[in-house]
């Protein structure tokens, strides 16, 4: 009895601490590989988003390998999911994912869950960089993408 009661109180800290490492509910537990982890971890550290070239010279930065890294290993799902993050940049790349892979559903719903979001962040996109709001940035983005492709959501 003593052991069970060790085994299942040990397997709610871990779980407890997998959502607190997510920054989700725990009733929205998501299951990512250890690569998965350390990319969402490292970006959010980072703290910031970098388009693929930054800068005069054109360089592609550490943190826009991490997202690129993490976007071909995930699926819209798992991106989902990180469009709930409590970072900033990871919630702005799982949202730029989405819209590379045209979901526009998706994309919209990513934006609803954060249209309210006015956690700011730096990005740079080649040699142009500011601070932007999640939800502001998310808007305007997702704007700008159904535009682009002529579409129209009803």
């Known amino acids: 009895m003593t052991c069970k009661l060790i085994l299942l109180t040990l397997v709610l800290i871990i779980f407890g601490n997998i959502d607190k490492a997510n920054g989700q509910k725990s009733s929205q537990l998501h299951y990512f590989t250890a690569i998965q982890d350390t990319l969402v971890s490292q970006i959010a550290r980072d703290g910031t988003v970098k388009g693929q070239h930054v800068s005069r010279a054109a360089y592609t930065s550490e943190q826009y390998i991490r997202f690129d890294s993490l976007r071909r290993i995930s699926s819209v799902e798992d991106m989902m999911f990180l469009a709930n993050h409590k970072?900033?940049?990871?919630?702005?790349?799982?949202?730029?994912?989405?819209?590379?892979?045209?979901?526009?559903?998706?994309?919209?719903?990513?934006?609803?869950?954060?249209?309210?979001?006015?956690?700011?962040?730096?990005?740079?996109?080649?040699?142009?960089g500011g601070i932007h709001t999640v939800g502001y940035f998310m808007g305007i983005n997702l704007k700008i993408s159904l535009k682009n492709n002529d579409i129209t959501l009803d």
């Open 87 to 128: 970072s900033a940049a990871v919630k702005v790349y799982a949202f730029i994912s989405l819209l590379d892979s045209k979901d526009w559903e998706k994309a919209l719903q990513a934006l609803q869950l954060n249209y309210k979001d006015r956690t700011a962040f730096y990005h740079l996109f080649g040699c142009i």
